[in-house]
């Protein structure tokens, strides 16, 4: 199993510009989430899914669109990106849904300049 | 305020026995987690306990929960260069909250020679 893959593993944009960060699962976990990282915070939740055709939510959706159309992958789009955006970004996954041991992605990092 | 609050920087010498604290705020938690972030990395489950637990122990580590002061901990005997990292401690909200993590900040565990 690879596990939970993400691309790409840097990113630079240009404020305004808009672009997809991929997640990719291959454990037939139905929850996945993004998460953001930034210095000296925990993380925080951006979006989630509980299996696929269903997204919710997190602690700071703004700027963020998800879409869960198979089981395998959880792609969020930055639709307008902004320097308050610049990141660090987490995917996870988790076989349970009441349950976190989450798996985690190598992470994106992002630079909005 | 933070619903889970962790010191942000521990440092012990090599071969002392490292104790990372937390607190969460969360009486109803069921499962908290300790996670661990190893630079440029994403974070990997290290362990975690049952709210209806006092203590749990593999290997090295030992985990401790104080329910009454809602105080989590995780000792790490040995401490080894190799457990140089960040630690997260998370718990889970409850079942209405769709079972989010709450996350700590973080502790980076400095080890001296």
């Known amino acids: 199993n690879a596990g939970v893959t993400q691309t790409p593993k840097f990113q630079v944009l240009k404020t305004g510009q808009s672009m997809t960060l991929q997640c990719a699962q291959d454990?037939?976990?139905?929850?996945m989430s993004w998460y953001r990282q930034d210095p000296g915070m925990g993380l925080r939740l951006i979006h989630y899914?509980?299996?696929?055709?269903?997204?919710d939510q997190g602690e700071v959706p703004n700027g963020y669109n998800v879409s869960r159309s198979t089981t395998e992958d959880f792609p969020l789009r930055l639709l307008s990106a902004a320097p308050s955006q610049t990141s660090v970004y987490f995917c996870?996954?988790?076989?349970?849904?009441?349950?976190?041991?989450?798996?985690f992605g190598p992470g994106t990092r992002l630079t909005v300049t | 305020g933070e619903d889970v609050e962790q010191s942000l920087f521990l440092s012990v010498r090599e071969g002392d026995s490292s104790v990372i604290n937390c607190t969460y705020t969360?009486?109803?938690?069921?499962?908290l987690y300790w996670y661990k972030q190893e630079p440029g990395a994403g974070l990997q489950l290290l362990t975690y306990?049952?709210?209806n637990m006092d203590m749990k122990q593999d290997q090295r580590l030992t985990v401790l929960l104080n329910k009454k002061d809602k105080h989590l901990s995780l000792r790490i005997a040995d401490t080894q260069t190799g457990d140089s990292a960040i630690y997260f401690c998370a718990e889970i909200k409850s079942a209405d909250s769709n079972y989010q993590l709450i996350w700590g900040a973080g502790t980076k565990l400095i080890i001296k020679p």
């Open positions: 899914s509980v299996g696929a055709g269903i997204t």
């Open positions: 969360d009486s109803s938690s069921t499962y």
């Open positions: 306990i049952f709210s």
């Open positions: 996870a996954s988790s076989y349970s849904r009441a349950t976190r041991d989450l798996n």
């Open positions: 454990m037939n976990h139905e929850y």
